[in-house]
């Protein structure tokens, strides 16, 4: 795999649409503060401020908010309230004194019953459980949702408010809100074995999935998942701090383990009968998502197979529980699941998003799964459906089809990504014909990000460019025009302008061979404010490289954090260039480029990130022996491969709760990419750092949490292990009790004085 070295094109970080050579030095700017850590992680001196607790109303003209314990109706077009719709005072229970301090809640479909929640606490990445009490705003009355011990989950109204399902102690019940009478949907749920209306660990994480009911659109019927773990194996945490440490225990499927068996039920609350709908023979499969057609007691349920190369849309009749495949996405790789599957009023026709054609575009069927037309073509992405506005016939999506080359700003040309513009995301509509497609942001170049109302009349709009501060803006659903700004983070950007910050850039590395033919990566570059040309710098990279992910992003953390983007400015004051490259395997570029390291994960990421440290090493202001590298969670662990098995290209690494072995990570995520272990051996010990611990050479800190329910703790004790018996120097940190994000207290700013330590002392 040869590189060859080719012009720079650099995209600033200012909104001037001029390009400048690459690798000018940026101006110094004078009397400027420096970052501190504290800055980062203690004092908030540099918190975005966004719209805080903003949901749209039913009619698309309001939005509410909790506001110091009152919940408010706010104007859309002015962002001032209107009315209060629950005064705090209201949210007292008899015989208490103090409002109930709630910490969310939820409307019904008219509005004139509110589900509060309080006392919230979280239980892995999405799922969490409260407690809950139903409010009647006419007659001013709180009453807690259930009288029975423990709290709730995913409490949910019925769309004609009458009802509220939710899910306690892993069983699903329902609340006549009329008589407050609680009904058992099921009885059987029991702790690491049965899950009814929940879903399981590895579903949550890997499908984005924790609320495992709906509702019928008629309020008759609840459909439900049912999870029966009893097979899958247990992984044992401790908890540590008493005399004794306690041991925690959940079900997590390693790859090529048994998973959980998955059946999908329909309970009728009239006729208290549940009908099993009909999933297949097969049980070693994923039901990743039943949701409800717009056509009465049609259900749809998405059904994956194990290797999740084939996706099928099944309808099923909610009365006899029969279903048929309607729609079926194959893949030689893998087929990935989103939410951009919309069924349309009227109950003919339902969109849906696919890369059958190389890239992700959208697609209208019939309801017998015929393809209608394909509405979205071209060599860029979809990224998600905003919104489907039925009156009018548009559909509303963000997208990578980077519209600055209308504008006349920079070329494929400049960039030099030939169809493939993976920086920026956009907001765009088109006619269900397949017409009359317009670009509705109007921001010449960054990201937007979408929050549109349910009739689509307006939209909030999260506009960010890189290293700039997002400016929050109302905007009109069918021009895009601006109605009001309503957060410009105008403070943060003057206490950004008082300290020395440097440009974030952004260039193109071009690679020879790879899949497709020539294939360019881009990369982002920041260097000292103070750069000179005739000088020569170390260089920290900074990696995640995972399938579909990106660091490289024309927004305010420039693909990243905000926060790892001012720790990245804080190592620039000390004299770093710290760049970012997304190797192959990442997204926004199409599928071959994506999949092309299906069933050899890290071979060909870390193969682009060292030949990207050497291309770096040959420009005259780096100083190619001192190359060092970092990452988190996929990041640590491709800067644990690359310090072994490149180990002559970077001195130094922090690898930061990385998976060390993919046997020891969940089946979902891990086989959709390698295969199971059994089928592709090669492919998950080939590129385990485990196995080249015997390379490494330049100096390396390991991180790790040992309360991570995700990437577990072994990972790391096994990769120590084996640099012990290779009889290798490394340094680690971990943080007992801490979980993935290994966050909570002074936990941040003690592990990025450490990092940042660790670099100045060893790069």
Same mark, same amino acid.
């Given at each position: 795999?040869?590189?060859?070295?080719l012009?720079?094109?650099?995209?600033?970080?200012?909104a001037?649409?001029?390009?400048v050579?690459?690798?000018?030095?940026?101006?110094?700017a004078?009397?400027?503060?420096?970052?501190?850590?504290?800055?980062?992680?203690?004092?908030?001196?540099?918190?975005?401020?966004?719209?805080?607790?903003?949901n749209?109303?039913?009619?698309?003209r309001?939005?509410?908010?909790l506001?110091?314990?009152?919940?408010?109706?706010?104007?859309?077009t002015t962002?001032?309230?209107?009315?209060?719709l629950?005064?705090?005072?209201?949210?007292?229970?008899p015989?208490?004194?103090?409002?109930?301090?709630v910490?969310?809640?939820?409307?019904?479909?008219?509005e004139?019953?509110i589900?509060?929640?309080?006392?919230?606490e979280?239980?892995?990445?999405?799922?969490?459980?409260?407690y809950?009490?139903?409010?009647?705003?006419?007659?001013?009355k709180l009453?807690?949702?259930?009288?029975?011990?423990?709290?709730?989950?995913?409490?949910?109204?019925?769309?004609?408010?009458?009802?509220?399902?939710?899910?306690r102690?892993?069983?699903?019940?329902?609340?006549?809100?009329?008589?407050m009478?609680?009904?058992?949907?099921?009885?059987?749920?029991?702790?690491n074995?049965?899950?009814?209306?929940?879903?399981?660990?590895?579903?949550?994480?890997?499908?984005?999935?924790?609320?495992?009911?709906?509702w019928?659109p008629?309020?008759? *019927?609840?459909?439900?998942?049912?999870?029966?773990?009893?097979?899958?194996?247990?992984?044992?945490?401790?908890?540590?701090?008493?005399?004794?440490?306690?041991?925690?225990r959940?079900?997590?499927?390693?790859?090529?383990?048994?998973?959980?068996?998955?059946?999908?039920?329909?309970?009728?609350?009239?006729?208290?009968?549940?009908?099993?709908?009909?999933?297949?023979?097969?049980?070693?499969?994923?039901?990743?998502?039943?949701?409800?057609? *717009?056509?009465?007691?049609?259900?749809?349920?998405?059904?994956?197979?194990?290797? *999740?190369?084939?996706?099928?849309?099944?309808?099923?009749?909610?009365?006899t529980?029969?279903?048929?495949?309607?729609?079926?996405?194959?893949?030689?790789?893998?087929?990935?699941?989103?939410?951009?599957?919309?069924?349309?009023?009227?109950?003919?026709q339902?969109?849906?998003?696919?890369?059958?054609?190389?890239?992700?575009?959208?697609?209208?069927?019939?309801?017998?799964?015929?393809?209608?037309?394909?509405?979205?073509k071209?060599?860029?992405?979809?990224?998600?459906?905003?919104?489907?506005?039925?009156?009018?016939?548009?559909?509303?999506?963000?997208?990578?089809?980077?519209?600055?080359?209308?504008?006349?700003?920079?070329?494929?040309?400049?960039?030099?990504?030939?169809?493939?513009?993976?920086?920026?995301?956009?907001l765009?509509?088109?006619n269900l014909?397949?017409?009359?497609?317009?670009?509705?942001?109007?921001?010449?170049?960054g990201?937007?990000?979408?929050?549109?109302?349910?009739?689509?009349?307006?939209?909030?709009?999260?506009?960010?460019?890189?290293?700039?501060?997002?400016?929050?803006?109302?905007?009109?659903?069918?021009?895009?025009?601006?109605?009001k700004?309503?957060?410009?983070?105008?403070?943060?950007?003057?206490?950004l302008?008082?300290?020395?910050l440097?440009?974030?850039?952004?260039?193109?590395?071009?690679?020879?061979?790879?899949?497709?033919?020539?294939?360019?990566?881009?990369?982002?570059?920041?260097?000292?404010?103070?750069?000179?040309?005739?000088?020569?710098?170390?260089?920290?990279m900074?990696?995640?490289?995972?399938?579909?992910?990106q660091?490289?992003?024309?927004?305010?953390?420039?693909?990243?954090?905000?926060?790892?983007?001012?720790?990245?400015?804080?190592l620039?004051?000390?004299?770093?260039?710290?760049?970012?490259?997304?190797?192959?395997?990442?997204?926004?570029?199409?599928?071959?480029?994506?999949?092309?390291?299906?069933?050899?994960l890290?071979?060909?990421?870390?193969?682009?990130?060292?030949?990207?440290?050497?291309?770096?090493?040959?420009?005259p202001?780096?100083?190619?022996?001192?190359?060092?590298?970092w990452?988190?969670?996929?990041?640590?662990?491709m800067?644990?491969l690359?310090?072994?098995?490149?180990?002559?290209?970077?001195?130094?690494?922090?690898?930061?709760?990385?998976?060390?072995?993919?046997?020891?990570?969940?089946?979902?995520?891990?086989?959709?990419?390698?295969?199971?272990?059994?089928?592709?051996?090669?492919?998950?010990?080939?590129?385990?750092?485990?196995?080249?611990?015997?390379?490494l050479?330049?100096?390396?800190?390991?991180?790790?949490?040992?309360?991570?329910?995700?990437?577990?703790?072994?990972?790391?004790?096994?990769?120590v292990?084996?640099?012990?018996?290779?009889?290798?120097?490394?340094?680690?940190?971990?943080y007992?009790?801490?979980n993935?994000?290994?966050?909570?207290?002074?936990?941040?700013l003690?592990?990025?004085? *450490?990092?940042?330590?660790?670099?100045?002392?060893?790069?």
């Open positions: 795999m040869n590189f060859r070295l012009g720079l094109a650099v995209l600033l970080t200012t001037s649409p001029a390009l050579p690459a690798l000018a030095p940026a101006a110094v004078q009397q400027k503060q420096t970052i501190t850590l504290e800055d980062i992680w203690q004092k908030g001196t540099f918190a975005a401020k966004s719209v805080p607790g903003f749209w109303m039913r009619d698309g309001y939005y509410s908010s506001s110091q314990g009152n919940l408010v109706q706010n104007d859309v962002g001032q309230p209107v009315q209060t629950v005064a705090a005072q209201d949210l007292k229970l015989g208490q004194s103090q409002p109930l301090p910490d969310g809640y939820s409307f019904n479909a008219d004139q019953k589900l509060f929640s309080t006392d919230t979280p239980i892995y990445r999405r799922s969490s459980q409260s809950f009490f139903v409010y009647d705003r006419a007659t001013k009453t807690p949702l259930s009288q029975a011990p423990g709290k709730q989950l995913y409490a949910t109204f019925s769309p004609d408010g009458k009802r509220v399902a939710f899910v102690a892993n069983n699903l019940f329902v609340t006549d809100l009329a008589t009478q609680e009904t058992a949907v099921t009885t059987d749920g029991v702790e074995r049965i899950l009814n209306g929940g879903a399981d660990w590895v579903y949550e994480e890997e499908f984005d999935m924790s609320q495992a009911f709906s019928s008629d309020s008759r *019927q609840l459909a439900y998942l049912r999870f029966d773990e009893s097979q899958v194996p247990e992984y044992n945490m401790q908890k540590w701090g008493p005399l004794y440490p306690a041991d925690y959940y079900k997590y499927p390693k790859a090529g383990e048994k998973n959980s068996v998955v059946t999908a039920a329909v309970y009728d609350v009239a006729a208290a009968r549940t009908t099993k709908l009909d999933v297949g023979t097969e049980t070693d499969q994923y039901l990743p998502r039943v949701s409800w057609t *717009q056509t009465p007691n049609l259900l749809s349920i998405r059904r994956l197979n194990r290797l *999740q190369n084939k996706l099928e849309i099944l309808h099923a009749d909610a009365a529980g029969k279903a048929r495949v309607v729609l079926t996405d194959t893949d030689k790789a893998y087929v990935e699941l989103t939410d951009d599957l919309r069924y349309l009023a009227g109950g003919k339902f969109l849906f998003t696919s890369e059958k054609d190389g890239y992700r575009h959208l697609y209208l069927y019939d309801m017998n799964g015929k393809l209608v037309r394909q509405l979205t071209g060599g860029w992405e979809i990224t998600s459906i905003e919104g489907v506005d039925e009156k009018q016939g548009f559909v509303y999506y963000t997208s990578t089809e980077n519209a600055l080359l209308l504008h006349g700003t920079y070329s494929d040309v400049h960039m030099g990504l030939v169809q493939n513009r993976p920086l920026e995301r956009h765009y509509r088109i014909k397949g017409k009359e497609k317009t670009r509705l942001s109007d921001a010449t170049r990201t937007d990000v979408v929050n549109m109302s349910p009739d689509c009349r307006y939209y909030l709009n999260y506009h960010s460019e890189a290293g700039d501060p997002q400016v929050v803006s109302l905007r009109n659903g069918q021009d895009g025009k601006l109605v700004v309503l957060e410009d983070n105008a403070k943060l950007r003057q206490k302008s008082e300290y020395t440097s440009k974030l850039e952004f260039m193109k590395i071009g690679l020879n061979g790879a899949v497709g033919g020539d294939q360019l990566l881009v990369a982002s570059i920041l260097k000292p404010a103070n750069f000179d040309p005739s000088k020569k710098y170390p260089v920290l900074y990696v995640y490289g995972g399938p579909g992910s660091t490289v992003k024309d927004d305010a953390g420039g693909g990243i954090a905000f926060t790892n983007y001012l720790w990245h400015q804080l620039a004051q000390q004299g770093y260039i710290i760049v970012s490259v997304d190797n192959r395997g990442t997204g926004a570029r199409g599928a071959a480029f994506k999949k092309s390291t299906y069933a050899n890290g071979k060909l990421e870390t193969e682009d990130q060292a030949a990207a440290a050497r291309f770096l090493g040959q420009f202001f780096v100083d190619k022996s001192r190359i060092g590298i990452g988190w969670s996929f990041g640590g662990y800067t644990a690359a310090l072994t098995k490149n180990a002559d290209v970077f001195k130094m690494g922090i690898s930061v709760a990385p998976v060390t072995n993919w046997r020891y990570y969940d089946t979902v995520y891990t086989e959709r990419f390698l295969k199971t272990p059994q089928e592709n051996p090669q492919g998950y010990d080939d590129n385990s750092p485990v196995q080249h611990a015997d390379k050479r330049g100096k390396l800190l390991l991180v790790h949490g040992t309360g991570d329910d995700n990437v577990h703790f072994q990972n790391s004790t096994a990769f292990d084996a640099l012990v018996k290779a009889n290798k120097d490394f340094q680690t940190l971990y007992p009790n801490r993935h994000g290994i966050g909570g207290g002074n936990t941040r003690h592990l990025y004085r *450490q990092m940042t330590n660790f670099v100045l002392q060893n790069l």
